[in-house]
């Protein structure tokens, strides 16, 4: 959308991963359909021309995370990539707040995500707005919270959970990195850092939607001035409102769109089981046959995501021998193989932007989590959004073949299936509900651009 006269600017600066990439981008283009200008900050790393040429108006614009030439892969560990960001994209970030407000259209607002908490330093320090954008559900920022206030001590004592706007949780439903806060410290550090400029920050936003999690929202909007703005799905998917949302995807992994949509076309409705693990997820050897041998013996046509990295881990000639059932590619577009009518199931390693893609267009999930907040996403959709099932674990923390068909025949087949199916038609229509012109997340959207315009 051409505009000559903004509302206001925000520069919206993104963590480099596909999962918080997305719903900046959707939320930057809900922002400049209300008429602010918006400058999309990714790193230099996973920066690609084509990038530019789909962002419509949205102005893209690169900093040095320290590692120009591979990015997060080429560090030593997440804590030496974490520290070298946040020294060298301190700087590169202020040098651009420089750049781009001299060039007569002054920024107002940093949006970025709480991953990089130093973001807001820099804003104050220009004297700007700051808004946090959390990628992740509420449920999970408040559990990463009360680690940090220290009322959740870790390691975990107690095996049932009590936190406030959350029902009982095991240690099983809690984030891994709280779980087990000795593999992956730096991730532990990352996810409870988050918190700790928040109370400075004028915004915080959660990609969630208010009636998907109304207690959690309720209770922690009570700390901060927290809003929710979800779910960012392109609106092309949802309310239909953006006209020029058509190059809605910003893909680090390449997209066999057309292999994909092909092979959807021909299947009859709610007959594929479609398979993702994301963007990170790297499973055992002995996992990926289990889930390969589960998905064969459900005897259901497939489309399975196996990332170019993943795909030794697949049985030997299983992509051959299941030809006639299944197609394997090493990346697809999600939000499109979602919609389309043919699928019936989506094998998810719950992901939070997968699982509110699966809520907002009603897909049934069987929950595989890995590791982050997988296991909490997975809780809430079997116990408490009643969107799917978690598939069971041996007690080697295993899902076995046989688990993994049962849950996939029990969502394709069987009653479970149909009740899911009724509740999937509820939060379809909340979710664009939400994000439909004075929805709940549309009118926050809203009051954020008037506050910004008056500011
Ligand atoms: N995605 C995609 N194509 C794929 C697999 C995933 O476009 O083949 C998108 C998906 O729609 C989602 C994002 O990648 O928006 C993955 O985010 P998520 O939070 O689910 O998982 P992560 O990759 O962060 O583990």
Same mark, same amino acid.
């Given at each position: 959308?051409?505009?000559?006269?903004?509302?206001?600017?925000?520069?919206?600066?993104?963590?480099?991963?596909?999962?918080?990439?997305?719903?900046?981008?959707?939320?930057?283009?809900?922002?400049?359909?209300?008429?602010?200008?918006?400058?999309?900050?990714?790193?230099?790393?996973?920066?690609?021309?084509?990038?530019?040429?789909?962002?419509?108006?949205?102005?893209?614009?690169?900093?040095?995370?320290?590692?120009?030439?591979?990015?997060?892969?080429?560090?030593?560990?997440?804590?030496?990539?974490?520290?070298?960001?946040?020294?060298?994209?301190?700087?590169?970030?202020?040098?651009?707040?420089?750049?781009?407000?001299?060039?007569?259209?002054?920024?107002?607002?940093?949006?970025?995500?709480?991953?990089?908490?130093?973001?807001?330093?820099?804003?104050?320090?220009?004297?700007?707005?700051?808004?946090?954008?959390?990628?992740?559900?509420?449920?999970?920022?408040?559990?990463?919270?009360?680690?940090?206030?220290?009322?959740?001590?870790?390691?975990?004592?107690?095996?049932?959970?009590?936190?406030?706007?959350?029902?009982?949780?095991?240690?099983?439903?809690?984030?891994?990195?709280?779980?087990?806060?000795?593999?992956?410290?730096?991730?532990?550090?990352?996810?409870?850092?988050?918190?700790?400029?928040?109370?400075?920050?004028?915004?915080?936003?959660?990609?969630?939607?208010?009636?998907?999690?109304?207690?959690?929202?309720?209770?922690?909007?009570?700390?901060?001035?927290?809003?929710?703005?979800?779910?960012?799905?392109?609106?092309?998917?949802?309310?239909?409102?953006?006209?020029?949302?058509?190059?809605?995807?910003?893909?680090?992994?390449?997209?066999?769109?057309?292999?994909?949509?092909?092979?959807?076309?021909?299947? &009859? +409705?709610?007959? =594929?089981?479609?398979? #993702?693990?994301?963007?990170? /997820?790297?499973?055992?050897?002995? !996992?990926? %046959?289990?889930?390969?041998?589960?998905?064969?013996?459900?005897?259901?046509?497939?489309?399975?995501?196996?990332?170019?990295?993943?795909?030794?881990?697949? &049985? +030997?000639?299983? =992509?051959?021998?299941? #030809?006639?059932?299944?197609? /394997?590619?090493?990346?697809?577009? !999600?939000? %499109?193989?979602?919609?389309?009518?043919?699928?019936?199931?989506?094998?998810?390693?719950?992901?939070?932007?997968?699982?509110?893609?699966?809520?907002?267009?009603?897909?049934?999930? =069987?929950?595989?989590?890995?590791?982050?907040?997988?296991?909490?996403?997975?809780?809430?959709?079997?116990?408490?959004?009643?969107?799917?099932?978690?598939?069971?674990?041996?007690?080697?923390?295993?899902?076995?073949?046989?688990?993994?068909?049962?849950?996939?025949?029990?969502?394709?087949?069987?009653?479970?299936?149909?009740?899911?199916?009724?509740?999937?038609?509820?939060?379809?229509?909340?979710?664009?509900?939400?994000?439909?012109?004075?929805?709940?997340?549309?009118?926050?959207?809203?009051?954020?651009?008037?506050?910004?315009?008056?500011?």
């Amino acid at each position: 959308m051409e505009r000559n006269v903004y509302r206001a600017h925000c520069l919206v600066l993104a963590f480099p991963a596909q999962g918080h990439i997305n719903p900046m981008m959707a939320f930057s283009k809900r922002l400049e359909r209300k008429g602010v200008k918006v400058t999309l900050v990714i790193t230099k790393s996973i920066s690609n021309p084509i990038h530019k040429e789909s962002l419509t108006s949205i102005t893209l614009e690169t900093i040095s995370d320290g590692y120009d030439e591979g990015g997060i892969a080429k560090a030593e560990s997440i804590h030496a990539y974490l520290e070298r960001f946040r020294q060298v994209g301190s700087q590169t970030l202020a040098e651009l707040i420089e750049k781009v407000s001299s060039s007569g259209c002054p920024v107002s607002c940093v949006v970025y995500d709480p991953f990089v908490p130093w973001a807001l330093d820099v804003a104050k320090k220009f004297g700007l707005l700051g808004a946090a954008l959390f990628t992740q559900p509420c449920v999970v920022n408040n559990i990463y919270y009360h680690v940090h206030k220290g009322v959740l001590k870790v390691p975990l004592s107690k095996t049932e959970i009590l936190l406030p706007g959350l029902p009982p949780l095991e240690s099983q439903d809690m984030p891994s990195f709280i779980y087990d806060s000795v593999s992956y410290p730096a991730a532990f550090d990352m996810f409870v850092g988050q918190f700790t400029n928040l109370d400075q920050a004028d915004w915080v936003f959660v990609n969630t939607f208010y009636e998907l999690e109304q207690k959690v929202v309720d209770w922690m909007a009570k700390i901060w001035p927290l809003r929710t703005i979800g779910p960012t799905i392109p609106s092309m998917f949802l309310d239909k409102r953006l006209e020029d949302d058509k190059n809605y995807g910003f893909d680090i992994f390449k997209p066999n769109t057309d292999a994909c949509m092909k092979w959807l076309n021909g299947r &009859p +409705k709610g007959s =594929v089981v479609y398979v #993702s693990f994301g963007s990170m /997820v790297a499973f055992e050897v002995e !996992q990926m %046959e289990e889930i390969a041998w589960g998905l064969r013996m459900s005897n259901r046509c497939f489309l399975w995501v196996v990332r170019e990295s993943e795909e030794v881990k697949l &049985p +030997k000639n299983f =992509v051959e021998e299941t #030809s006639e059932k299944g197609l /394997v590619v090493r990346w697809c577009p !999600q939000l %499109e193989v979602l919609a389309h009518e043919a699928v019936g199931c989506f094998v998810t390693h719950c992901g939070w932007n997968s699982t509110l893609e699966a809520l907002s267009f009603g897909v049934p999930m =069987v929950g595989v989590p890995y590791w982050s907040d997988q296991s909490t996403n997975a809780k809430y959709i079997m116990d408490v959004w009643k969107m799917g099932l978690r598939a069971p674990v041996d007690e080697k923390g295993i899902i076995r073949r046989k688990a993994a068909e049962h849950c996939i025949r029990e969502i394709m087949e069987g009653e479970r299936g149909k009740e899911i199916k009724k509740i999937a038609f509820k939060w379809r229509k909340l979710a664009k509900e939400a994000v439909d012109e004075g929805g709940s997340s549309d009118k926050n959207i809203e009051e954020f651009v008037a506050n910004l315009v008056h500011s």
